[in-house]
Antibody
Framework: EVKLVESGGGLVQPGGSLKLSCATSGFTFSDYYMYWVRQTPEKRLEWVAYISNGGGSTYYPDTVKGRFTISRDNAKNTLYLQMSRLKSEDTAMYYC??????????????WGQGTTLTVSS | DIQMTQNKSSLSASLGDRVTISCRASQDISNYLNWYQQKPDGTVKLLIYYTSRLQSGVPSRFSGSGSGTDYSLTISNLEQEDIATYFCQQGNTLPYTFGGGTKLEIK
């Protein structure tokens, strides 16, 4: 059974840092690109980072570029998101998601249960 | 970026109804359209990929259709467990953007 379990969320002051983790099991982690997707308080879904299966390629939207760093440890089957210089607009539920690319396009076939980040003084 | 629009943020229906949720892309996405279900507890699940292909384990009362820029998700014979928010997502072009969601409620 595929499982993704996020942890590390919490309350952080503006300008602070936090590191999220996503522990995975039930599949060959090193075969898949992985994403972090967040859901804002307004319930909008937006991706904030992705990483290639080997970890050599990463990509971020402009909203978090330079502040967030995605990484992975394929030996530990774990995905990470290091967040720094946090802003109030980073407040969201953060999900890790497994990316599937096929003839049928690109989609997220498994999601974790999410971990909440609140940025507030 | 491709903009995804779900014109109804909420929708009310009765158990047993046939429900259709719509999604429009700002440009042709060549059927690379996916649907997700988010339950009230936050759990997110892939329902349909590539417009109409059912993810394994998804009940057959869910179906998808569409082409070009316009797509829809249909739930036939609405059940209580279908109460959730439904999001579309285009898988054609990076960044893979989502619609704003349609919250399905019981009338």
């Amino acid at each position: 059974e595929v499982k993704l379990v996020e942890s590390g969320g919490g309350l952080v002051q503006p300008g602070g840092s936090l590191k999220l983790s996503c522990a995975t099991s039930g599949f060959t982690f090193s075969d898949y690109y992985m994403y972090w997707v967040r859901q804002t308080p307004e319930k909008r879904l937006e991706w904030v980072a992705y990483i290639s299966n080997g970890g050599g390629s990463t990509y971020y939207p402009d909203t978090v570029k330079g502040r967030f760093t995605i990484s992975r440890d394929n030996a530990k089957n774990t995905l990470y998101l290091q967040m720094s210089r946090l802003k109030s607009e980073d407040t969201a539920m953060y999900y890790c998601a497994r990316h599937k690319e096929s003839y049928y396009g690109n989609y997220f076939d498994y999601w974790g249960q999410g971990t909440t980040l609140t940025v507030s003084s | 970026d491709i903009q995804m629009t779900q014109n109804k943020s909420s929708l009310s229906a009765s158990l047993g109804d046939r429900v259709t949720i719509s999604c429009r892309a700002s440009q042709d996405i060549s059927n690379y359209l996916n649907w997700y279900q988010q339950k009230p507890d936050g759990t997110v699940k892939l329902l349909i990929y590539y417009t109409s292909r059912l993810q394994s384990g998804v009940p057959s009362r869910f179906s998808g259709s569409g082409s070009g820029t316009d797509y829809s998700l249909t739930i036939s014979n609405l059940e209580q467990e279908d109460i959730a928010t439904y999001f579309c997502q285009q898988g054609n072009t990076l960044p893979y953007t989502f619609g704003g969601g349609t919250k399905l409620e019981i009338k």
